[in-house]
């Protein structure tokens, strides 16, 4: 163990190899671990997978006194707790899980100075007998795991953790590490300022993840997308599918188990002991599927996840990533796959327009939706786009590993298709003073006689069976870069399309409007390698 330069090995890193087992710190752990030991405050950024657990553990291990860790993730901490006592840590937690008596043991551990981490729920520090049975003890570090939950723009906002900023308060001495794998500049900031620590060190990992491969394709029948795509590439392998409702959970793992694919569901409207029986089979089984809301994965550690599927448009690239990122812990290939189309932007319009929060609140959910549509629709490589929105360069402008990267998309000018969109709906609204969604758009266009074209007459508009030149599939998929690039907006509980302020500079002719072309054939990759 000795080193051969005669140089005693760090203290930090004789705790990685003697209490943990591991050869070497990854990544920027050593320096943030340094950091922390030496009493200062810390925000770490890193992918999920990272190792960010060692970064406050290690600090609690070395600095005198227990190392208090606030994690939202309940259902996990007796694994945690369990997994470090195996290495000899002395760890305990306090939850609402527990009953008295067992809170008690943990609290004269703690007190007695017997604890090395103590996890906590954040809604725990709310308690004023809690923060008093802490100021009893002696505190080495404070570390916030999912300090993104501190955001409020974020989908795991908790309330509860916009009171730990009284930590720095009542705790000057004691150093403070936030944890995060979400990382726009934005809840960077967030976090930084609602935790109260302007002082910390920001040290930010790499968030590229080379062995996933991204690739996003048009939706049209998405179980039987799914499912030929388990087949081809997937088969018997671990994954994860996300759906946006309870409801498309049950329908896709049903539907997967009738294929002969082994697939459970997870959502929220189970009950607790279904929920944990699921989770816990699929980190123990090999090869089996959980088709689940985003109420799954946080926390989750199985490092040989080989896909993340995604039926439904995740609202935020944040989410995206961070759900995407579930895939190939390991660092072995993965795939990252989802199906988007037309439905999806309609739908994630209307439920911004009729959800909750101000108009603030609403602004800042479209903002992420458009740059999670920004995603979809680039013809760029999708990773250097990923990277950029979380402010970090890629190494290449074309990573060779994702969708676009492989089969390069092809644009069209579809200026004039554009116009006959846009003059469709401003013709329907200023001659009839109607509205009405995509698909009546897209018959008129295509000049078919529906019952619903002939109910409403629609077929004597100038505008009718203009668009012939184009299919069924290529209307809606101009429609949906229209919405997805504000050029074109819904409306309602229909999702009835209306013109926005810039769709006149399209009518007005006053710009062009370049489309990515629907591609025709599916992109497969099983020859296609990592960088
Ligand atoms: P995160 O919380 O960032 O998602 P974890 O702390 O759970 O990541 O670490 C992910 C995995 O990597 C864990 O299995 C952990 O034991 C392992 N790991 C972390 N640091 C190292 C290291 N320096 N050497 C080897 N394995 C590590
Ligand atoms: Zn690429």
């Known amino acids: 163990e000795s080193s051969a330069a005669g140089l005693a090995e760090s203290e930090v890193l004789g705790t990685l190899r003697r209490v943990f087992g591991y050869e070497a710190f990854r990544g920027e752990q050593e320096a943030v671990i340094e950091h922390v030991v030496d009493g200062g405050d810390a925000v770490v950024l890193m992918p999920t997978g990272g190792g960010k657990s060692l970064c406050y553990q290690i600090p609690s291990l070395v600095r005198p006194g227990t190392g208090v860790v606030v994690s939202p993730l309940i259902a996990l901490m007796q694994d945690q707790v369990d997994a470090l006592r195996a290495l000899g840590v002395r760890a ?16 004269a551990e703690f007190l007695a100075g017997e604890l090395d981490l103590l996890y906590l729920a954040p809604e725990r520090l709310r308690l004023e007998s809690s923060l008093e049975l802490l100021a009893r003890g002696k505190i080495s570090v404070f570390a916030i795991d999912e300090a993104h939950c501190v955001s409020q723009w974020g989908h795991d906002f908790r309330p509860d953790y ?96 009738r294929n002969g694919i082994e697939a459970v569901p997870y959502h929220a409207g189970l009950d607790a002991g279904t929920r944990a029986a699921h989770q816990s089979r699929f980190l123990r089984e090999e090869g089996l599927i959980v088709c689940a809301t985003i109420a799954f994965g946080m926390g989750i550690d199985k490092p040989d996840v080989r896909f993340v ?34 439905n999806d932007v309609i739908q994630q319009r209307k439920l911004i327009q009729s959800g909750e929060g101000d108009e603030a609140f609403q602004r800042r ?18 990773r250097a786009q990923l990277l950029a929105y979380f402010g970090q360069d890629a190494e290449t402008t074309a990573c060779g590993n994702c969708d676009t990267c492989l089969v390069s998309p092809e644009t069209w000018d579809g200026t004039v298709a554009a116009q006959k969109v846009l003059s469709t709906v401003v013709r329907l609204q200023r001659e009839r003073g109607q509205k009405f969604g995509a698909v009546q758009i897209v018959d008129i266009l295509l000049g078919n006689r529906t019952a619903k074209v002939i109910q409403f007459d629609h077929d004597q508009l100038s505008v009718f069976g203009i668009g012939e030149e ?23 509980e229909y999702g009835t399309l209306v013109l926005t302020e810039a769709s006149g500079t399209v009518l007005r002719r006053e710009r062009e409007v370049p489309l990515r072309k629907e591609p025709k054939k599916p992109v497969t990759t099983k020859s296609a390698s990592p960088r």
């Open 162 to 257: 916009l009171a730990l900023s009284l930590l720095g308060e009542r705790w000057p001495d004691v150093p403070r590490i936030a944890l995060t794998a979400t990382a726009t500049d934005a809840t960077h900031q967030e976090i930084t300022q609602r935790l109260g620590m302007p002082d910390a060190r920001h040290f930010v990992a790499s968030f590229d993840r080379p062995n996933i491969q991204y690739r996003i394709v048009p939706k049209a029948d998405p179980k039987k997308q799914l499912l030929s795509f388990l087949k081809e590439e997937h088969a018997g392998d671990a994954g994860i599918v996300y759906c946006l409702s309870r409801n498309s959970v049950e329908k896709t793992a049903e539907f997967l188990c």
């Open 309 to 342: 599927a995604h039926l439904d448009l995740p609202k935020s690239v944040e989410g995206y990533y961070q759900e995407t990122g579930r895939a190939g812990r390991d660092g072995l290939p993965s795939t990252a796959w989802m199906a988007y189309g037309l």
């Open 365 to 382: 959910a479209a903002a992420h939706l458009d740059a999670m549509l920004a995603l979809c629709e680039t013809v760029q490589c999708r």
């Open 92 to 107: 305990g937690f306090m939850n609402s899980t527990q009953d008295f008596d067992e809170r008690r043991v943990v609290e």
């Open 470 to 492: 184009l299919s069924e599939g290529e209307w809606r998929g101009v429609v949906r870069q229209l919405l997805a690039q504000g050029l074109l907006a819904v409306e309602g």
